[in-house]
């Protein structure tokens, strides 16, 4: 992805790139982060969303992770696992994105960063929203995440096939990945299609 064409788009992103191009370890975070985004818009685009909608999409998943990048350097560059508590100061990264956001004035994109970890059966983070509550725009960047993340290799876990990831998404569906997200996820990166997506 061209970062400057994201700054063409929407200049307010642009301190928020130079935060991401400082991300001290986990150089996957930035790639991982543009295969959201590309993938993010193309489902959008999939389900009928509008060409706007879709590319602000693709901009939210180039920024969904951005609360990790306030973590304390020894926690996002841990290789070891994690502890519970350092896990609990992970789980605040939707949070932390929400607010650095909001500050550059990104209100829409804030929105969906800050319920990219909830699930449609109430048991995601930070606010365990369920079903409707979370925005589809969210769904679509919880499952564009989620499949980018099973198909490349993570600091803590190893990469599985395409067609092993759309398998877990399928039996994840409904209670984890909204439904029409997941459908159109199937739909888009089929595993002819996602050396693309997230290599
Ligand atoms: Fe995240």
């Known amino acids: 992805m061209d970062h400057e064409s994201i700054a063409y788009a929407d200049p307010r992103a642009v301190p928020l790139l130079r935060l991401l191009a400082t991300n001290p370890c986990d ?6 982060s543009e295969a959201v985004g590309d993938l993010a818009r193309r489902i959008a685009l999939w389900m009928g969303l509008p060409e706007r909608t879709a590319e602000r999409l ?3 998943g180039v ?3 951005i609360g990790k990048l306030v973590l304390p350097r020894e926690i996002l560059c841990k290789e070891e696992q994690l502890s519970e508590e350092e896990w609990i100061q992970i789980r605040r990264h939707p949070e932390t994105g929400y607010r650095l956001l909001m500050e550059a004035g990104l209100p829409d994109l804030a929105t969906w960063v800050r319920c990219h970890h909830e699930r449609p059966d109430g ?8 079903g409707g509550q979370i925005p589809p725009e969210a769904a679509i960047l919880a499952v564009a995440d989620s499949y980018c993340a099973m198909t490349g290799d993570r600091l803590h876990q190893a990469a599985i096939s395409d067609g092993e990831a759309l398998a877990e998404v399928r039996r994840c569906t409904g209670s984890q990945f909204a439904p ?17 997506v997230c290599a």
């Open 123 to 130: 048991r995601g983070y930070p606010r365990r929203l369920s």
């Open 180 to 196: 029409a997200a997941a459908a159109a996820l199937a739909e888009v990166a089929s595993p002819a299609a996602t050396v693309a």
């Open 58 to 60: 693709r901009l939210a």
């Open 27 to 32: 150089e996957d975070l930035v790639s991982h």
């Open 63 to 65: 920024f969904h992770d």
